[in-house]
């Protein structure tokens, strides 16, 4: 196997964690215009929940050994859910932030901790 084969595949989930956090950015961020998205009550908040849940699942898979991993992570996955909800709401002019989606990225990212706290061993 090529040397930076075997240099990815050991740095997968690392990749995986800021690939995914830079897509999550960059969608957060991006202008929307006629979206068909889900009609249903809460349906963007469910989403926003689940983007969290899965950011904090590939961080803590990315750095297994990471002293006080759980809580920093916990805080990065926060402090970015209000950041971008701040840039929404300030520097978008056809998104705006809302304080129920930083609640729901705050309760994903919990349930993404305790997920894993509970069957984080599955997974390696």
Known sequence: MPKLTKKILRHKYKILAVGYTLWLTAISLTPLNNL???SFSYADKIVHFFLYFFLVLFWLRAYPD??????????????LGIIIEFLQEYLIPTR????FDAL??????????????????MFG
């Open 96 to 99: 705006s932030g809302d304080a």
């Open 36 to 38: 068909n998205l889900p």
């Open 104 to 121: 729901a990225n705050t309760l994903g990212a919990l349930s993404g901790l305790v997920f894993y706290q509970r069957f984080g061993k």
């Open 66 to 79: 990471l002293r006080l991993k759980k809580l920093l992570l916990f805080i990065f996955a926060v402090l």
